[in-house]
């Protein structure tokens, strides 16, 4: 599955050892993936072995892989008017996010600014959907919690936006 020549799904050592692992070179590898919604974050091996998940399994992949290929990420949670939220993993070095619902069509849904506005609208655009607030979380296996961080409401004026104004991130924190 996934990566052309390959007959079964990547291995977790696989993708940690991979040289030169770019956002596009790991979303070939879940092309053939299915998507199924689960309430708990899967263990990485369970989704790879498997070869199904949902949104989040797929970005705290990638987040893991990429920042052990010493990578900048950020994990992002999208909330859009009537949908669930979607998960994605922006890889900040390529301004590409990597969204589990567009992997098969990677190339045209790549390149994004880093702003969550930014990334909130290109992925909403990709649900022909209207985002309400976008968040960076963070997660860990071994934790299995997410934390959320700054957190964008999209009826707040842009200039208060915590990413870009650190006034504003100081007292979200409060």
Known sequence: MGAPGRLGAVTLLELVTHSNLTPKKFAAYFEDFAYEFSVPVLPAEVFLAEARG???????????????????TRLIHVRMVGRVAHAVCYVTGSK????????????????????L????TRVAETFKANWTSVSEFTYTYEEDKKHFGLTVVKTDPPANDPDI????????RK
Request: with cysteine.
């Open 54 to 72: 949902d949104c989040d399994d797929y970005a705290i992949l990638a987040d893991y892989i990429f920042r052990r290929h010493q990578q900048e």
């Open 117 to 120: 506005r930014d990334i909130a």
């Open 165 to 172: 104004n650190p006034h504003a991130a100081a007292a979200a």
């Open 96 to 115: 590409a996010y990597l969204d589990y619902n567009s992997r098969k069509l990677f190339i045209n849904v790549d390149k994004c600014g880093n702003r």
